[in-house]
């Protein structure tokens, strides 16, 4: 509502003076403020803040009249009353020296800055006063309390009499009122000689009066407080009568609320009580109570001492309190606390020192309640201001505090909007972004500063009538607009703003006309003509329709009424205004839909419908008046509505089932009397006959029945003229705001699938629940309420010299203003839930399942009602948590819910919440059918703390095993910490969860550092360029530790177990990819369990399943014979641009991509980009693919030139194939000489092109193949030398099982083997034939040892500098660093969906690899 800003000015005084001003009132005009002094007055403008005139008494007047002591305005702000210590009364004239002026601006040369603007002067300058005293009035005892009372001058004394004196006090003379004959009761009903007050020495301590209410709010001497009302026109003791407040006898000082007919009690224990008049009995009857709560303030709350001032703002909104103790707090007018001085950066310093609470003498608003005014009582009053250094008077303590509140205080037709526009003196605060980006309003905000990131998500409602959530939410920062100066200059201070629905055009309202903005080209429009401007004073408000600025305003020529619409995008000027006249002064405007809303002075409502004309250059709009509705019978002053809206709102709700087109119409009138929340609904009881003759726009409206109160406190309304199916339960309600008492909405119930509703069901119902921030706008579809908070910067580290202790900036920290949201779904859930509206609830939450913090929303009302309930000291007859539970497992998110809120309720409350939504085990086996391993990991915490060791060690067992299946690694590895803290030592508090990655960052290469490996010349390169050794360090978690000292423990040897029955599942079902990932994620020694297993499981049953299965797992193609004669695809002479080039290029950056990731360069994604540039050239070479079953694409891997040293890739030796196919390349064309590419080359280049799968399919392939060969698993190399279709892999093979008394089974089963891959390579895969045919000698040896061998020798381990190889490191940390390359040929369409799935699932599998693993290549 109201908000601090900034650091508070001291004012400072031009004249020298001695005292200290003890008294500060503005006058009513709120243009000049009086500041008294024990014996001087002076008048202040109040912008700029200058002194005028100052009136010091002379020594020996002063000596008789004693100190002043209070001053009172006249409402005309022409005379001034000082009331003084000895019982005088001093009337000041202040009479205006015309067109004189103390201050003149001065504008730099240039400047547009005209002086012949009419009221130039008056605004610009400080009109120039003088101070005469007129007459003194002797009463003859002390006055306690002076009060201006329309003519009159009302004035208590000491003596118990009431004064009521004549402002041009010389006429009438005085009427003198005894307390004791005035009669007090407990209301007006009672008797009409009511007990007197009965005491001789009673009289007013503080009295204000009310002009709502007819009458002044008294504080007596001893505390009590009443009402007192004349009950007639004649103002004397026997026709006053006064009303107690039964509960107050500690009062201090009062001051009342005209809008809202409120009396603000003070009260000594520092609390506020505040009471209203009931209308029907006259009694004083309780509203609330303003007080500092133990929970906000603990060491405060009850040493505030007595209230000393209150102070309600000019538009009457929020009220200043303060204490004898010192401090400020402001409050909304219902209740809630908005600002407290007395706790965080204001209370304390930097360094946590406490600071003195300010002290206040006397406050008091300024214009339009952007400045608080306050003298500064902190320094005793006796003690006189020293000389500085300087010789200049210190200054006198004047402190203007600078606040910046909603639009809503004073232009509550805003409360349809979905902005938060707050409007400071000379800027607006938006919350709506930047105006670039709500020009697409369903835009996500792609902004830095997303700090509310689970707060943001699409509307289901596509239309533009409201933001994107996003635009809304996206960071803490406002849009600052500075409003123009020139319109500043002369129509200081801004009274009205209003902001359009999409939140990029701003219009505000001064003293005279009126100026708009756009946020889109960030430009102010302002009347062309001055004169136009300044002769028209808008009333009630403004508000946008379209493109057009809706306004009531009073025409100063022609001293009339207006409602005026003016078109955005034209000229500023009455010319293109659409002007109609008014009968009345209005008070209120504002829209819905297309139709204008006005509630005038003499109580009545008109509705008028507004329509846009497209005629003419500029569109304009043409206004009908509608209907009008006199509401003088219900409202007793014009001055107490505070709002007035028509909404679509109603409540039978059938009739919206059946004629859901209706539902948009204007169906009723809300009101806002006074914080009471009255309905008008449209009568239609009556016979509604439809006469199709007549015009539409003259069909007459139905009349509005009786009003109906709907709620009392209310400070704000807002409703929506959107609609939206899926969400009619948060569209269709009315959201009120109630001050301390929280929110309300006013919710629809609708009956399920259109059934006939229940006749006891009501159609609505009003739900409250409670808030922590100040509601200024609803977002409805969204379920979230936007405020604003108020936030403080200390800067007194900056001022560390002992002189600058005194500066303001020490004194107080910055005030700054933040954006803040509250989602309040959960409360509405609760409420329905509480009352029994569980199908309601379900409605509304399926409504709202897509908003992304849907899940939060569970989890908050399961939290919360826990800790109610299992922390309640009574037992609970009727427990809710039961239904919370069975009301979330209505969603697919309740496992979810609910170990997320365990793990942050304290353990002490689980059983609590477990006997309700049922046992963790059924919960946890229920995770793991559902395959959501992380959620089971959660109950898995809490099986630990709420069971016994063996029972959580079976089921982290169970979850161990089904996340080692489905190879989520980092969920195994916590898994064997979490088994391994079982064991050792039996904990039962639950092992912490990691706060980063577990250190596997060597993957499965710790094993490499203890080896001698003997890196090929280029790894050498590599070493030395990126420091291998960093990567390749021994991990230093459990998983590092795990196979060295623990290694002989059970629990170790458990897991162990579970590890090795894994592998072994992996390698019998050929599933080497996978093996290879699990090795290196979870630091399994691979070789060591390899070793064990040579006979066993690290056998090959079958070498051409196994041949198949790597082809399809690591999608390398199945090789192809080259055609015997192919279409020359160099006919224009740039193969070499076109695809050597690309292909050599695009080798290298696949090749070397993880080392780009090393160095910091950007990795650009692996797409088919680079193939479709030289897809014509491609289209030319037929590529015959394999005539077996399997068609399968050929991915095409280059092979960069022999030169370059860094060909990590390029481990084939190509002369060994290159001499089968010498004769495939010999019909070309003629131009084929012109070509610099060799023959020889070029046939190397498509071979490698057709029969080379994904680099990193090679590079896995390689580090299997080095692990094989390591463990001596001699089959699987031969597997795996076949696939990459290298000889050297095979002779290696060959000669180790000729140099070494090799197991003769193993030597029997690649023979085996081998003869079935020449078996199916003649049949089914004759590209393999070459290569069959090159190992030819090699596999009759082979046979020959097999005949030689009698008996079989244990394997002896090879020695690996036989094993050349280079580590490659490589963080697959991106999908597409590692996506392959796919080509699909013209002949295999059908073929090529598939085979991009495949390739989509293999790269979803290697994302699981994750920061840890690694490739290494062999060459």
Same mark, same amino acid.
């Given at each position: 509502?109201?908000?601090?800003?900034?650091?508070?000015?001291?004012?400072?005084?031009?004249?020298?003076?001695?005292?200290?001003?003890?008294?500060?009132?503005?006058?009513?005009?709120?243009?000049?403020?009086?500041?008294?002094?024990?014996?001087?007055?002076?008048?202040?403008?109040?912008?700029?803040?200058?002194?005028?005139?100052?009136?010091?008494?002379?020594?020996?007047?002063?000596?008789?009249?004693?100190?002043?002591?209070?001053?009172?305005?006249?409402?005309?702000?022409?005379?001034?009353?000082?009331?003084?210590?000895?019982?005088?009364?001093?009337?000041?004239?202040?009479?205006?020296?015309?067109?004189?002026?103390?201050?003149?601006?001065?504008?730099?040369?240039?400047?547009?800055?005209?002086?012949?603007?009419?009221?130039?002067?008056?605004?610009?300058?400080?009109?120039?006063?003088?101070?005469?005293?007129?007459?003194?009035?002797?009463?003859?005892?002390?006055?306690?309390?002076?009060?201006?009372?329309?003519?009159?001058?009302?004035?208590?004394?000491?003596?118990?009499?009431?004064?009521?004196?004549?402002?041009?006090?010389?006429?009438?003379?005085?009427?003198?009122?005894?307390?004791?004959?005035?009669?007090?009761?407990?209301?007006?009903?009672?008797?009409?000689?009511?007990?007197?007050?009965?005491?001789?020495?009673?009289?007013?301590?503080?009295?204000?009066?009310?002009?709502?209410?007819?009458?002044?709010?008294?504080?007596?001497?001893?505390?009590?407080?009443?009402?007192?009302?004349?009950?007639?026109?004649?103002?004397?003791?026997?026709?006053?009568?006064?009303?107690?407040?039964?509960?107050?006898?500690?009062?201090?000082?009062?001051?009342?609320?005209?809008?809202?007919?409120?009396?603000?009690?003070?009260?000594?224990?520092?609390?506020?009580?505040?009471?209203?008049?009931?209308?029907?009995?006259?009694?004083?009857?309780?509203?609330?109570?303003?007080?500092?709560?133990?929970?906000?303030?603990?060491?405060?709350?009850?040493?505030?001492?007595?209230?000393?001032?209150?102070?309600?703002?000019?538009?009457?909104?929020?009220?200043?309190?303060?204490?004898?103790?010192?401090?400020?707090?402001?409050?909304?007018?219902?209740?809630?606390?908005?600002?407290?001085?007395?706790?965080?950066?204001?209370?304390?310093?930097?360094?946590?020192?406490?600071?003195?609470?300010?002290?206040?003498?006397?406050?008091?608003?300024?214009?339009?309640?952007?400045?608080?005014?306050?003298?500064?009582?902190?320094?005793?009053?006796?003690?006189?201001?020293?000389?500085?250094?300087?010789?200049?008077?210190?200054?006198?303590?004047?402190?203007?505090?600078?606040?910046?509140?909603?639009?809503?205080?004073?232009?509550?037709?805003?409360?349809?909007?979905?902005?938060?526009?707050?409007?400071?003196?000379?800027?607006?605060?938006?919350?709506?972004?930047?105006?670039?980006?709500?020009?697409?309003?369903?835009?996500?905000?792609?902004?830095?500063?997303?700090?509310?990131?689970?707060?943001?998500?699409?509307?289901?409602?596509?239309?533009?009538?409201?933001?994107?959530?996003?635009?809304?939410?996206?960071?803490?920062?406002?849009?600052?607009?500075?409003?123009?100066?020139?319109?500043?200059?002369?129509?200081?201070?801004?009274?009205?703003?209003?902001?359009?629905?999409?939140?990029?055009?701003?219009?505000?309202?001064?003293?005279?006309?009126?100026?708009?903005?756009?946020?889109?080209?960030?430009?102010?429009?302002?009347?062309?003509?001055?004169?136009?401007?300044?002769?028209?004073?808008?009333?009630?408000?403004?508000?946008?329709?379209?493109?057009?600025?809706?306004?009531?305003?009073?025409?100063?020529?022609?001293?009339?009424?207006?409602?005026?619409?003016?078109?955005?995008?034209?000229?500023?000027?009455?010319?293109?205004?659409?002007?109609?006249?008014?009968?009345?002064?209005?008070?209120?405007?504002?829209?819905?839909?297309?139709?204008?809303?006005?509630?005038?002075?003499?109580?009545?409502?008109?509705?008028?419908?507004?329509?846009?004309?497209?005629?003419?250059?500029?569109?304009?709009?043409?206004?009908?008046?509608?209907?009008?509705?006199?509401?003088?019978?219900?409202?007793?002053?014009?001055?107490?509505?505070?709002?007035?809206?028509?909404?679509?709102?109603?409540?039978?709700?059938?009739?919206?089932?059946?004629?859901?087109?209706?539902?948009?119409?204007?169906?009723?009138?809300?009101?806002?009397?006074?914080?009471?929340?009255?309905?008008?609904?449209?009568?239609?009881?009556?016979?509604?006959?439809?006469?199709?003759?007549?015009?539409?726009?003259?069909?007459?409206?139905?009349?509005?029945?009786?009003?109906?109160?709907?709620?009392?406190?209310?400070?704000?309304?807002?409703?929506?003229?959107?609609?939206?199916?899926?969400?009619?339960?948060?569209?269709?309600?009315?959201?009120?705001?109630?001050?301390?008492?929280?929110?309300?909405?006013?919710?629809?119930?609708?009956?399920?699938?259109?059934?006939?509703?229940?006749?006891?069901?009501?159609?609505?119902?009003?739900?409250?629940?409670?808030?922590?921030?100040?509601?200024?706008?609803?977002?409805?579809?969204?379920?979230?309420?936007?405020?604003?908070?108020?936030?403080?910067?200390?800067?007194?580290?900056?001022?560390?010299?002992?002189?600058?202790?005194?500066?303001?900036?020490?004194?107080?920290?910055?005030?700054?203003?933040?954006?803040?949201?509250?989602?309040?779904?959960?409360?509405?859930?609760?409420?329905?839930?509480?009352?029994?509206?569980?199908?309601?609830?379900?409605?509304?939450?399926?409504?709202?399942?897509?908003?992304?913090?849907?899940?939060?929303?569970?989890?908050?009302?399961?939290?919360?009602?826990?800790?109610?309930?299992?922390?309640?000291?009574?037992?609970?007859?009727?427990?809710?948590?039961?239904?919370?539970?069975?009301?979330?497992?209505?969603?697919?998110?309740?496992?979810?819910?609910?170990?997320?809120?365990?793990?942050?309720?304290?353990?002490?409350?689980?059983?609590?919440?477990?006997?309700?939504?049922?046992?963790?085990?059924?919960?946890?086996?229920?995770?793991?059918?559902?395959?959501?391993?992380?959620?089971?990991?959660?109950?898995?915490?809490?099986?630990?703390?709420?069971?016994?060791?063996?029972?959580?060690?079976?089921?982290?067992?169970?979850?161990?095993?089904?996340?080692?299946?489905?190879?989520?690694?980092?969920?195994?590895?916590?898994?064997?910490?979490?088994?391994?803290?079982?064991?050792?030592?039996?904990?039962?508090?639950?092992?912490?969860?990691?706060?980063?990655?577990?250190?596997?960052?060597?993957?499965?290469?710790?094993?490499?550092?203890?080896?001698?490996?003997?890196?090929?010349?280029?790894?050498?390169?590599?070493?030395?360029?990126?420091?291998?050794?960093?990567?390749?360090?021994?991990?230093?978690?459990?998983?590092?530790?795990?196979?060295?000292?623990?290694?002989?423990?059970?629990?170790?040897?458990?897991?162990?177990?579970?590890?090795?029955?894994?592998?072994?599942?992996?390698?019998?079902?050929?599933?080497?990819?996978?093996?290879?990932?699990?090795?290196?994620?979870?630091?399994?020694?691979?070789?060591?369990?390899?070793?064990?297993?040579?006979?066993?499981?690290?056998?090959?049953?079958?070498?051409?399943?196994?041949?198949?299965?790597?082809?399809?797992?690591?999608?390398?193609?199945?090789?192809?014979?080259?055609?015997?004669?192919?279409?020359?695809?160099?006919?224009?002479?740039?193969?070499?641009?076109?695809?050597?080039?690309?292909?050599?290029?695009?080798?290298?950056?696949?090749?070397?991509?993880?080392?780009?990731?090393?160095?910091?360069?950007?990795?650009?994604?692996?797409?088919?980009?680079?193939?479709?540039?030289?897809?014509?050239?491609?289209?030319?070479?037929?590529?015959?693919?394999?005539?077996?079953?399997?068609?399968?694409?050929?991915?095409?891997?280059?092979?960069?030139?022999?030169?370059?040293?860094?060909?990590?890739?390029?481990?084939?030796?190509?002369?060994?194939?290159?001499?089968?196919?010498?004769?495939?390349?010999?019909?070309?064309?003629?131009?084929?000489?012109?070509?610099?590419?060799?023959?020889?080359?070029?046939?190397?280049?498509?071979?490698?092109?057709?029969?080379?799968?994904?680099?990193?399919?090679?590079?896995?392939?390689?580090?299997?193949?080095?692990?094989?060969?390591?463990?001596?698993?001699?089959?699987?190399?031969?597997?795996?030398?076949?696939?990459?279709?290298? &000889?050297? !892999?095979?002779? $290696? *093979?060959?000669?180790?099982?000729?140099? =070494?008394? %090799?197991?003769?089974?193993?030597?029997? /089963?690649?023979?085996?083997?081998?003869?079935?891959?020449?078996?199916?390579?003649?049949?089914?895969?004759?590209?393999?034939?070459?290569?069959?045919?090159?190992?030819?000698?090699?596999?009759?040896?082979?046979?020959?040892?097999?005949?030689?061998?009698?008996?079989?020798?244990?394997?002896?381990?090879?020695?690996? &500098?036989? !094993?050349?190889? $280079? *580590?490659?490191?490589?963080?697959?940390? =991106?999908? %597409?660093?590692?996506?392959?390359?796919? /080509?699909?040929?013209?002949?295999?369409?059908?073929?090529?969906?598939?085979?991009?799935?495949?390739?989509?699932?293999?790269?979803?599998?290697?994302?699981?690899?994750?920061?840890?693993?690694?490739?290494?290549?062999?060459?």
């Amino acid at each position: 509502m109201y908000f601090l800003s900034g650091w508070p000015k001291r004012l400072l005084c031009p004249l020298e003076s001695l005292e200290r001003p003890l008294h500060i009132q503005t006058d009513p005009q709120r243009a000049f403020f009086a500041v008294l002094f024990p014996s001087q007055l002076s008048i202040w403008y109040c912008r700029p803040s200058v002194l005028i005139v100052s009136y010091k008494e002379l020594s020996k007047a002063a000596s008789q009249f004693g100190p002043y002591k209070q001053a009172e305005w006249r409402p005309d702000s022409a005379m001034i009353a000082v009331s003084t210590a000895n019982g005088y009364i001093l009337f000041f004239e202040i009479p205006s020296a015309r067109d004189k002026y103390l201050y003149e601006p001065i504008y730099p040369k240039g400047s547009p800055h005209l002086k012949g603007t009419p009221h130039y002067k008056e605004e610009q300058c400080a009109p120039s006063l003088n101070l005469e005293m007129k007459k003194v009035l002797d009463l003859q005892a002390s006055i306690t309390s002076l009060q201006s009372m329309l003519e009159d001058l009302l004035v208590a004394t000491a003596d118990g009499f009431l004064h009521l004196i004549h402002w041009d006090g010389m006429t009438n003379g005085r009427k003198a009122i005894n307390l004791c004959t005035v009669p007090f009761s407990v209301d007006l009903q009672s008797s009409r000689a009511g007990s007197l007050l009965g005491f001789e020495d009673v009289y007013i301590r503080d009295m204000e009066y009310c002009a709502t209410l007819d009458g002044f709010a008294v504080v007596f001497n001893d505390g009590r407080v009443g009402f007192i009302t004349p009950m007639s026109s004649r103002f004397t003791a026997e026709q006053l009568h006064g009303v107690w407040a039964q509960d107050v006898v500690d009062g201090t000082c009062v001051a009342v609320n005209n809008k809202y007919r409120l009396m603000a009690f003070g009260c000594a224990n520092g609390s506020v009580q505040v009471y209203t008049i009931d209308t029907t009995t006259g009694a004083m009857q309780f509203s609330h109570k303003l007080e500092l709560t133990p929970k906000q303030y603990p060491d405060i709350w009850n040493k505030t001492g007595p209230v000393k001032l209150i102070r309600w703002s000019p538009d009457s909104c929020v009220v200043m309190v303060t204490w004898e103790c010192g401090g400020l707090s402001l409050w909304s007018v219902f209740g809630a606390q908005l600002i407290c001085t007395l706790g965080g950066d204001f209370a304390y310093q930097s360094d946590g020192a406490k600071k003195d609470p300010l002290k206040i003498r006397s406050m008091t608003w300024g214009s339009e309640g952007y400045h608080l005014w306050v003298i500064d009582g902190n320094s005793s009053s006796n003690m006189k201001p020293e000389r500085n250094a300087n010789n200049e008077a210190q200054q006198f303590g004047i402190l203007q505090f600078q606040f910046i509140k909603s639009a809503l205080t004073v232009n509550p037709c805003m409360s349809n909007q979905e902005q938060v526009l707050l409007q400071g003196e000379d800027r607006l605060y938006l919350n709506c972004g930047d105006a670039a980006q709500t020009q697409s309003p369903r835009n996500a905000l792609a902004h830095s500063e997303h700090n509310h990131s689970r707060e943001r998500g699409p509307f289901s409602d596509g239309s533009l009538d409201s933001q994107g959530l996003s635009t809304l939410l996206g960071h803490r920062h406002w849009h600052v607009v500075q409003i123009h100066s020139t319109y500043l200059e002369s129509n200081w201070p801004i009274r009205f703003s209003a902001i359009d629905k999409l939140g990029q055009n701003v219009a505000v309202v001064g003293k005279f006309g009126f100026a708009h903005y756009s946020l889109l080209t960030k430009k102010w429009k302002l009347f062309g003509n001055i004169t136009q401007e300044q002769t028209m004073m808008v009333t009630g408000g403004l508000a946008w329709w379209n493109d057009f600025i809706v306004l009531a305003c009073y025409n100063l020529n022609d001293h009339q009424e207006e409602l005026r619409i003016y078109l955005r995008t034209s000229n500023l000027d009455n010319a293109f205004a659409h002007i109609t006249k008014v009968q009345a002064n209005t008070l209120l405007l504002s829209v819905f839909r297309d139709i204008v809303i006005l509630f005038r002075a003499d109580c009545s409502i008109c509705l008028y419908s507004i329509e846009r004309r497209s005629e003419g250059l500029n569109p304009t709009a043409s206004i009908q008046i509608l209907q009008e509705v006199s509401m003088s019978r219900y409202i007793p002053h014009p001055f107490l509505v505070v709002s007035v809206t028509l909404t679509s709102v109603r409540t039978e709700t059938g009739i919206t089932l059946k004629m859901p087109q209706q539902a948009c119409e204007a169906e009723s009138i809300m009101l806002n009397l006074a914080g009471q929340l009255i309905m008008l609904q449209r009568d239609r009881s009556g016979p509604q006959i439809r006469d199709k003759d007549n015009n539409p726009n003259q069909k007459k409206h139905l009349p509005f029945c009786a009003p109906v109160v709907l709620a009392q406190s209310v400070e704000n309304v807002w409703t929506t003229c959107r609609i939206n199916k899926q969400k009619r339960h948060l569209l269709e309600a009315l959201w009120l705001s109630c001050g301390g008492a929280g929110m309300k909405v006013w919710l629809p119930l609708f009956p399920r699938d259109h059934r006939k509703p229940h006749s006891f069901l009501s159609r609505r119902i009003m739900l409250p629940f409670h808030i922590n921030i100040y509601p200024l706008a609803v977002l409805f579809e969204d379920a979230l309420v936007l405020g604003a908070v108020n936030d403080t910067v200390l800067y007194d580290c900056l001022y560390t010299q002992t002189s600058a202790r005194e500066h303001l900036e020490v004194l107080f920290p910055f005030s700054i203003v933040e954006r803040t949201s509250q989602i309040y779904l959960h409360h509405i859930l609760r409420q329905l839930l509480v009352r029994n509206l569980g199908e309601q609830a379900l409605l509304l939450a399926h409504s709202c399942a897509t908003l992304p913090y849907f899940p939060h929303v569970l989890e908050l009302m399961l939290h919360e009602v826990l800790e109610e309930e299992a922390t309640s000291r009574e037992p609970i007859p009727d427990p809710l948590l039961p239904t919370v539970a069975k009301f979330i497992t209505e969603f697919p998110l309740f496992l979810q819910t609910v170990v997320h809120c365990a793990r942050k309720t304290e353990y002490a409350l689980w059983n609590y919440l477990f006997a309700a939504v049922g046992n963790p085990k059924d919960l946890f086996e229920e995770c793991l059918m559902a395959q959501d391993l992380d959620t089971a990991a959660s109950y898995l915490i809490i099986l630990q703390n709420m069971e016994v060791p063996a029972v959580s060690r079976q089921h982290a067992t169970l979850l161990f095993n089904t996340a080692l299946e489905q190879g989520k690694w980092d969920l195994c590895r916590h898994m064997i910490r979490f088994l391994k803290a079982i064991g050792s030592g039996e904990t039962e508090t639950p092992p912490p969860t990691p706060t980063t990655q577990e250190p596997s960052s060597s993957g499965g290469f710790e094993f490499f550092r203890h080896r001698s490996i003997s890196l090929s010349q280029s790894a050498e390169n590599l070493h030395s360029k990126f420091n291998l050794t960093k990567t390749l360090s021994m991990p230093s978690g459990p998983s590092g530790k795990r196979w060295s000292k623990d290694s002989d423990c059970a629990e170790n040897m458990y897991i162990d177990m579970m590890l090795w029955r894994h592998a072994r599942r992996l390698l019998e079902e050929i599933k080497l990819k996978d093996l290879g990932c699990f090795a290196a994620q979870l630091g399994f020694e691979l070789i060591g369990w390899l070793c064990k297993e040579r006979a066993r499981a690290a056998r090959v049953e079958d070498f051409v399943c196994a041949l198949k299965k790597l082809h399809k797992d690591f999608l390398w193609p199945f090789p192809v014979i080259p055609a015997s004669s192919i279409n020359s695809p160099f006919k224009n002479g740039k193969y070499k641009t076109a695809v050597g080039e690309q292909l050599l290029k695009s080798q290298s950056t696949d090749t070397f991509v993880n080392m780009e990731m090393d160095t910091g360069i950007s990795n650009t994604p692996r797409s088919r980009s680079w193939l479709g540039t030289i897809s014509s050239s491609q289209r030319e070479i037929d590529t015959v693919s394999s005539h077996g079953p399997h068609m399968q694409d050929a991915f095409l891997s280059p092979l960069l030139s022999k030169g370059d040293e860094c060909s990590i890739g390029s481990a084939t030796d190509l002369t060994e194939t290159s001499s089968m196919v010498d004769g495939d390349w010999t019909m070309v064309d003629e131009n084929f000489s012109s070509l610099s590419l060799t023959q020889s080359e070029l046939e190397q280049l498509s071979l490698e092109l057709a029969s080379k799968g994904p680099h990193k399919s090679q590079v896995q392939l390689r580090y299997l193949l080095h692990i094989f060969m390591e463990a001596g698993c001699l089959d699987w190399c031969v597997v795996i030398g076949l696939i990459l279709r290298e &000889s050297s !892999v095979i002779n $290696q *093979v060959f000669s180790i099982m000729q140099s =070494s008394d %090799t197991d003769g089974e193993i030597c029997q /089963n690649i023979k085996t083997g081998l003869d079935a891959v020449d078996k199916w390579a003649s049949t089914d895969c004759p590209g393999y034939k070459p290569f069959l045919s090159i190992i030819k000698p090699q596999i009759q040896k082979l046979n020959e040892i097999v005949e030689e061998q009698v008996q079989p020798e244990a394997f002896q381990p090879v020695n690996p &500098s036989k !094993v050349p190889e $280079q *580590v490659n490191p490589r963080a697959e940390e =991106s999908r %597409t660093s590692s996506s392959h390359g796919t /080509n699909p040929q013209s002949d295999a369409g059908s073929s090529s969906a598939s085979r991009h799935e495949e390739d989509k699932a293999k790269t979803e599998d290697e994302d699981s690899f994750q920061e840890g693993s690694y490739d290494c290549v062999v060459s």
